[in-house]
């Protein structure tokens, strides 16, 4: 008969009792920690990945003017004046107020978000186009030019406003925020 040794027996059993072991502490958590996240924290956090939230409006704008011919009184002329630029909407996430909610269970961060900012329009091209054959370019005036220039940027800023920019830009800074508190085990609540 062919007999085992001792030590062998042994060393099978404790390799079961780790494997068994280890199969409890898996499914029942029996090792895990848990990691607790205080309030300062958190905001260490948020402010650390905090970052300026933008928005881009991309778009056209015209103005029409009727403008007198300078050389024969009662001849007009059309000028239109066509920019094509952008409009940029942020939310500056350091400027927002965090209060860290611990009640129980429920674990949230209150976050109050400032004012949308809506910048002045960056022109990328403009033309001023006119009707007419006495009319020339050089008879505007500059202020007549810087009058038109800022009219169609105050349009192309208005259609970016009517576009909702300002609501698509608390959106975004929203939903980043939701998704960084989420993964920290966090629900995000906006005032």
Same mark, same amino acid.
């Given at each position: 008969?062919?007999?085992?040794?001792?030590?062998?027996?042994?060393?099978?059993?404790?390799? $079961?009792?780790?494997?068994?072991?280890?199969?409890?502490?898996?499914?029942?958590?029996?090792?895990?920690?848990?990691?607790?996240?205080?309030?300062?924290?958190?905001?260490?956090?948020?402010?650390?990945? $905090?970052?300026?939230?933008?928005?881009?409006?991309?778009?056209?704008?015209? &103005?029409?003017?009727?403008?007198?011919?300078?050389?024969?009184?009662?001849?007009?002329?059309?000028?239109?004046? +066509?920019? /094509?630029?952008?409009?940029? $909407?942020? &939310?500056?996430?350091?400027?927002?107020?965090?209060? &860290?909610?611990?009640?129980?269970?429920?674990?949230?961060?209150?976050?109050?978000?400032?004012?949308?900012?809506?910048?002045?329009?960056?022109?990328?091209?403009? /033309?001023? +186009?006119?009707?007419?054959?006495? *009319?020339?370019?050089?008879?505007?005036?500059?202020?007549?030019?810087?009058? *038109?220039?800022?009219?169609?940027?105050?349009? +192309?800023?208005?259609?970016?406003?009517?576009?909702?920019?300002?609501?698509?830009?608390?959106?975004?800074?929203?939903?980043?925020?939701?998704?960084?508190?989420?993964?920290?085990?966090?629900?995000?609540?906006?005032?």
């Amino acid at each position: 008969m062919l007999r085992t040794p001792r030590s062998l027996v042994i060393a099978v059993a404790v390799a $079961a009792l780790i494997v068994v072991l280890g199969w409890v502490a898996l499914r029942g958590n029996l090792f895990q920690t848990q990691t607790q996240t205080t309030a300062v924290s958190i905001i260490d956090q948020i402010k650390l990945v $905090a970052k300026l939230q933008t928005v881009e409006y991309h778009g056209t704008a015209t &103005v029409r003017k009727n403008k007198e011919s300078t050389f024969r009184p009662l001849s007009r002329s059309t000028v239109v004046y +066509l920019l /094509e630029g952008k409009v940029v $909407a942020s &939310v500056d996430l350091e400027q927002m107020q965090i209060e &860290v909610l611990n009640a129980g269970k429920e674990r949230k961060v209150k976050l109050t978000l400032p004012e949308v900012v809506v910048d002045d329009p960056v022109v990328k091209r403009f /033309e001023i +186009l006119m009707s007419c054959g006495e *009319l020339l370019a050089s008879d505007l005036s500059d202020d007549e030019r810087n009058s *038109l220039h800022q009219e169609v940027l105050g349009k +192309l800023k208005l259609a970016a406003q009517e576009d909702g920019i300002k609501a698509k830009a608390r959106k975004q800074a929203e939903d980043y925020l939701r998704t960084f508190l989420t993964a920290l085990g966090y629900q995000a609540e906006f005032a």
